[in-house]
């Protein structure tokens, strides 16, 4: 003798409305018998066999596919929490000391080359006039041929800089722009 859906229900410890449904959809047919019950064992095991939960309050809901533009909400926050990570791991490094500001060490090395720069440029007129007694030359060729061979050598000390040093907002001109400048107007020469 078999049962009906409501006592399936019962003893499944689910909703008449589950059951039914469950029904409805074939999830329980191999339990029913010739006069239209069901054996209630065998339907109250394959009813929690092929149960299908549905998605409620609480219960993880599928997420919509992403749309073409790649901007679903998944998207948008696995991309807001990979920066947010890589945001953490800069700040470690500042913390560690292996990150710094460029701005400063920036300014000093632009300060640091031009003081090498000009102590490059001061010295032919400083050695002039010793080369000069010393090897019996003019002093005016001797002093010329030296500037314009460390004007040349400074040129192409900043063709091969490693890095971008560019000029501070206060001075507009560049090392490099400012050796060929003097050249042309004819004091290298």
Do not use: C
């Not at 929490?81 to 953490?88: A, P, V």
């Not at 000069?132 to 091969?160: H, K, P, T, W, Y």
């Amino acid at each position: 003798m078999g049962v009906t859906l409501r006592e399936i229900a019962e003893q499944a410890k689910v909703t008449y409305q589950a059951v039914h449904r469950a029904e409805r959809q074939g999830r329980i047919a191999e339990a029913r018998l010739p006069d239209g019950t069901y054996d209630l064992e065998r339907a109250v095991v394959t009813f929690h066999k092929n149960r299908k939960r549905a998605p409620g309050p609480g219960r993880n809901r599928k997420r919509p596919p992403p749309t073409g533009s790649g901007s679903s909400l998944l998207d948008l926050q696995a991309r807001h929490e990979r920066i947010r990570i890589e945001e953490r791991a800069i700040k470690v490094r500042r913390q560690r000391g292996e990150l710094v500001a460029w701005a400063p060490f920036r300014r000093q090395i632009f300060d640091m080359v031009r003081a090498e720069r000009d102590a490059w440029l001061a010295w032919p007129a400083r050695v002039a006039t010793t080369l000069s007694a010393e090897f019996a030359l003019d002093l005016g060729l001797l002093q010329i041929s030296l500037e314009r061979e460390v004007r040349s050598f400074l040129r192409e000390l900043a063709s091969r800089m490693p890095i971008e040093v560019a000029t501070p907002r206060k001075a507009r001109r560049a090392p490099a722009a400012e050796l060929e400048d003097d050249d042309e107007a004819g004091h290298g020469r």
